[in-house]
């Protein structure tokens, strides 16, 4: 069955320390891969997304995520985290064909401390 | 200019009752979304629309009907609500057709069922 696994469900991080929030994906084919951070009370909104081609993308907020193909991984990035970065961040993944339907993975809690 | 917009914001109202939360996007898409997210944060795909049609139909309770006028609105009927309904419900549009499958979402609607 498809599946998408974020193994941390929570990290804190220490404001201006480096952040790497993990995603791995199990599909039968490589989907297209996105990036959500969801603030309290707030929706979702899109970080960054892969499709294909160059496997290190940018994204808003000063985020970026590499696609590996061998290890079926879609990592987030962010060199110095600021306190604003406190938040709920989700990877998900669709297929490329049919109904292009969404799998999110159970989200990672970021916390930052100041 | 609110792209995804849900109405209301928060409902409360108990069991048995009948309640409508409505969505409306005007990014011109033509696929929009309903989403339930628990108190765990896990988001799942219950339903999606595509110019009126509907694609994803999720193991959701009959009681949960949606309803699509025209492809700028969705709206999610719930009949003779139960505890467990409790939850925030998110509704997402994208252009999936022109290759935008990227998902851009409303604010939520927090429903507690007493």
């Known amino acids: 069955a498809q599946s998408v696994t974020q193994p941390d469900i929570h990290i804190t991080v220490s404001e201006g320390a480096s952040l790497e929030l993990r995603c791995n994906y199990s599909y039968g084919a490589t989907p297209y891969l996105f990036w959500y951070v969801q603030s309290p009370g707030q929706g979702l909104q899109l970080l960054l997304k892969y499709f294909s081609g160059d496997t290190l993308v940018q994204g808003i907020k000063g985020f970026e995520a590499e696609f590996k193909r061998s290890q079926s991984s879609f990592n987030l990035r962010k060199p110095s985290v600021h306190w604003s970065d406190a938040a709920e961040y989700f990877c998900a993944a669709c297929t490329t064909s049919g109904t292009y339907k969404y799998i999110f993975g159970t989200g990672t809690r970021l916390k930052v401390l100041a | 200019d609110t792209a995804v917009s849900q109405t209301p914001k928060y409902l409360v109202t108990q069991m048995g009752n009948d309640k409508s939360i409505k969505c409306e996007q005007n990014?011109?898409?033509?696929?929009m979304y309903w989403y339930k997210q628990d108190s765990k944060k896990f988001l799942k795909i219950m339903f999606s629309y595509n110019n009126k049609e509907l694609i994803i139909n999720e193991t959701v309770p009959n009681r949960f009907s949606p309803k699509s006028p025209d492809k700028a609105h969705l709206n999610l009927h719930i009949n003779s609500l139960e505890l467990g309904d409790s939850a925030v419900y998110f509704c997402?549009?994208?252009?999936?057709?022109?290759?935008?499958?990227?998902?851009?979402f409303g604010p939520g609607t927090r429903l507690t069922v007493t």
């Open positions: 997402a549009s994208s252009q999936v057709f022109r290759g935008g499958y990227e998902q851009y």
């Open positions: 990014l011109g898409h033509d696929t």
